[in-house]
């Protein structure tokens, strides 16, 4: 599987963005997919996922109810919705895949097999 991600960019604070994965090579129904990000000098760390299959989702505490995932298959892109944005949601994102989670997705870097490129979010005014 190879994934792109894309979307990135400088919005304001209170601005709204959409990143996209768009995957290739495999049904990426069949993959669960999950957003990480990195900010300068701290560990990646797990945003949000999509099981595969149900398309159950998941997100860390911090941008519940202000990010939401999603996946168009027949498109086979992911996408991240981004609102409210704060200077805290300043980082690399980066997309990720791994194979047959229909129940729960994983949140852990290592439990990604397929990663995309980062795409860089910079939220400043």
């Known amino acids: 599987v190879q994934l792109q991600a894309s979307g990135g960019g400088l919005v304001q604070p209170g601005g709204s963005l959409r990143l996209s994965c768009a995957a290739s090579g495999a049904d990426i129904d069949y993959y669960a997919v999950a957003w990480f990000r990195q900010a300068p000098g701290k560990e990646r760390e797990w945003v949000a996922c999509i099981t595969s299959n149900y398309d159950t989702t998941s997100y860390a505490e911090s941008v519940k109810g202000r990010l939401i995932i999603s996946r168009d298959a027949a498109k086979s892109t992911a996408y991240l919705q981004m609102n409210r944005l704060e200077a805290e949601d300043t980082a690399v994102y980066y997309c990720?895949?791994?194979?047959?989670?229909?129940?729960?997705?994983?949140?852990?870097?290592?439990?990604?097999?397929?990663w995309g490129q980062g795409t860089l979010v910079t939220v400043s005014s």
């Open positions: 990720a895949a791994d194979y047959l989670h229909p129940i729960s997705c994983p949140s852990r870097v290592g439990d990604y097999d397929y």
